[in-house]
């Protein structure tokens, strides 16, 4: 599933395409030994094991923020109080990271991967975060996820509706998956 539009994706289409893309990653990334998902093309390119870890701990510190605007004992900050702002925000962030897009960006510190090598079961814990997102996702009323502020794990600034955050994981997903694919296409991938 590419979507036309992300940010118009119901809560049903962010859990359909959640499980496919970890079927996906599974798929093609799933066999991979640990010498072929830790090469890289070059010094300056991630490997296909660092954009999955990459997926795993951008999406790990996404849900806590979710989870966090969900739970009404938080108190809300002045950015999520403000009106509109989180709308435009959340749209601008996904269509940032709509895959093929040309612009590149440098990943949060918090959210960048590992230099050295990363284990082997980075796919597996990739599709399992995937699965377990998409069983918690089923409890979640959209209309609550769509009137719901969370604030940016990565920009504390910048808020959006807990839908939009989870358009953006997808969205951001997609791109990455994208781009740990290109890694296997590069000259000189270890068969």
């Known amino acids: 599933m590419i979507p036309k539009d992300y940010t118009a994706l ?33 010094d300056a390119r991630w490997s296909v094991a660092q ?46 990271q709509v895959p093929g897009g040309t612009r590149r960006f440098t990943a949060p510190v918090q959210a960048q991967p590992a230099a050295s090598e990363i284990a082997a079961d ?4 990739f599709v399992a975060q995937h ?18 502020i969370m604030t940016s794990p990565f920009v504390r600034v910048i808020t959006y509706s807990v839908l939009d955050g989870f358009r953006l994981m997808i969205t951001h997903d997609h791109r990455h998956v994208e781009q740990a694919r290109g890694v296997m296409q590069s000259p000189g991938f270890p068969e």
């Open 10 to 42: 119901s809560l049903g289409e962010v859990r359909a395409g959640l499980d496919e893309t970890a079927q996906q990653a599974e798929a093609m990334f799933g066999r991979l030994d640990a010498r072929q998902l830790n090469w890289r093309p070059d």
């Open 51 to 96: 954009c999955v870890e990459h997926m795993v701990t951008a999406n790990r510190l996404m849900m806590a923020a979710a989870d966090a605007a969900l739970d009404d004992a938080q108190p809300r900050t002045v950015w999520q109080r403000l009106p509109v702002l989180p709308g435009i925000f959340g749209r601008m962030l996904i269509r940032s």
């Open 122 to 125: 980075i796919v597996h814990r």
């Open 131 to 148: 699965r377990d997102t998409v069983v918690r996702l089923r409890g979640l009323d959209e209309a609550r996820a769509a009137r719901t």
